[in-house]
């Protein structure tokens, strides 16, 4: 019986592929195909099942399997899909909604390491700068031809023994620890020198005790040791800094006609007639400002409401200096003069501006606060004076803390003034973060805000 449905195109039916047209017991109606006549283009079942079960599988294989290696290096690359996780397809589409939180930082990160190169090369420039330039900018600042600080020397009188009879307290030990810090970060920021003075008391001659009067033979000895500086800087120990962005150039130097007055009546509080009038007198020494160059002013110093104050002033290395020093240091003006001297060396030094007219011709005054600013508690007999103490809404630059260890307390004015400096001089990252953590500036109890 033929395959009467089959579309084969044979006519009458059947196929013309071997085994596929067998011929069948119509009653029987058995599945399986029966023998019949042998023919060449015959095959029987069970020849063709048993040459099917020899390999199951039946796979192309080129010609030294190289195809196969490649697709299937190929193939190892491609990204799994992780099918674990479950997620919702909404949109239908057959792939995970996007999850922005994951992929921006997925993104960012994809981006960075593809532009690894030019960000180490941009990392490594900045470095090189902050390595290099540091260094060449204090370079800059020390170079006498150039920033100039080499000209310039700080001396700071420190008990570095641990004080009179060699013994400090806490408070003492960390009064000094601020201040010295103070100086050395302002020096190595301009390049400047500073001098670390020991002061404390020694017994210069055999004969005397002259505390506080090595201040004057110091400086002498300052004068040797740094011979190419011009401008000498002396500052007690209770003094802290307050701006150290002014530079003493930009501040005082670069114009110091403007930042000085020579007549000492705009601000007398010791009452000393000026000029000297006496007729054996040069012109020079009868006028007023002397010869009113600035080449030929050799001290600076700030006035109090007592007076002359040396707790921070300035001198300058010249012929005028050493005979000044001379006489200042002179033991026989001690020892006729030390008991009328109550302020000791600063007291002989307005006694030799009253008495001796060679010594105005090169003198000049700072305004106070422009170098020496008290704070509230010093010369506050007649209360505030706006030319003496302390104001941060101007930036004072130095603020002494003359007299505290009589009745004051000297560790909390340095205390506060050191905050208050810090939070004055905040850059823009430090001052941003403040405003993120809502920190407000510090609001001194000593100065007026």
């Known amino acids: 019986m033929s395959l009467s449905r089959s579309p084969s195109p044979q006519r009458g039916g059947g196929w013309s592929s071997p085994g596929l047209t067998t011929p069948v017991d119509g009653t029987s109606r058995r599945p399986s195909p029966v023998r019949y006549a042998a023919s060449p283009s015959n095959v029987s079942w069970k020849s063709a099942s048993s040459k099917s079960d020899a390999k199951s599988f039946s796979t192309y294989s080129p010609r030294g399997q190289k195809f196969q290696t490649h697709m299937r290096k190929i193939s190892a690359n491609i990204p799994f899909w992780n099918s674990s996780k479950d997620y919702a397809d909404k949109e239908g589409r057959g792939r995970r909604p996007d999850d922005w939180q994951k ?9 960075v390491w593809k532009l690894r190169a030019p960000f180490a090369i941009i990392l490594a420039a900045v470095a090189l700068f902050f390595i290099i330039a540091y260094p060449l900018l204090h370079t800059w600042r020390r170079t006498a031809f150039l920033g100039g600080g080499s000209k310039y020397v700080i001396m700071l009188a420190t008990n570095l023994g641990g ?22 970060a302002y020096a190595k920021r301009w390049g400047y020198e500073l001098e670390m003075v020991d002061m404390s008391t020694k017994k210069r001659y055999a004969h005397e005790w002259r505390e506080s009067w090595e201040k004057v033979d110091t400086i002498r000895n300052t004068m040797r040791k740094y011979p190419n500086a011009e401008w000498f800087w002396w500052l007690d120990l209770h003094t802290f800094i307050m701006e150290p962005t002014y530079s003493l ?17 705009v601000y007398n509080p010791l009452n000393i007639s000026h000029p000297p009038t006496d007729e054996f007198l040069d012109p020079i020494s009868r006028s007023a400002i002397g010869d009113g160059k600035a080449d030929s002013i050799n001290l600076l110093v700030p006035q109090d409401c007592g007076g002359f104050n040396l707790g921070s002033f300035l001198i300058r290395r010249s012929a005028w200096t050493d005979r000044l020093l001379d006489i200042w240091w002179d033991p026989v003006g001690y020892e006729q003069k030390h008991m009328e001297w109550e302020h000791k060396e600063q007291d ?3 006694w030799m501006y009253t ?11 700072l305004p106070q606060r422009s170098i020496n600013s008290f704070p509230p508690g010093a010369c506050n007999d007649k209360g505030p004076n706006t ?11 130095l603020v002494n803390m003359a007299g505290c260890e009589w009745g004051r307390d000297c560790w909390g004015e340095m205390f506060e003034y050191r905050k208050l400096s810090e939070s004055l001089n905040r850059n823009a990252l430090k001052r941003f ?8 500036p510090h609001k001194s109890k000593l100065v007026k805000s």
């Open 103 to 111: 992929r921006v930082p997925a993104h960012i990160g994809r981006m």
């Open 348 to 350: 002989a030094l307005e």
């Open 249 to 265: 150039q930009s501040h005082i130097f670069n114009d110091i006609q403007k930042k000085v007055y020579r007549d000492i009546n």
């Open 387 to 397: 030319k003496i103490h302390y104001d941060s809404a101007d930036r004072d630059f």
């Open 163 to 184: 004080g009179v009879m060699e013994w400090k307290g806490p408070r003492e030990w960390a009064i000094e620890r601020d201040s010295v810090k103070n100086k050395k």
């Open 355 to 365: 008495n001796q007219p060679w010594v105005r011709s090169h003198f000049a005054f």
């Open 433 to 440: 973060w403040d405003w993120v953590k809502g920190t407000p």
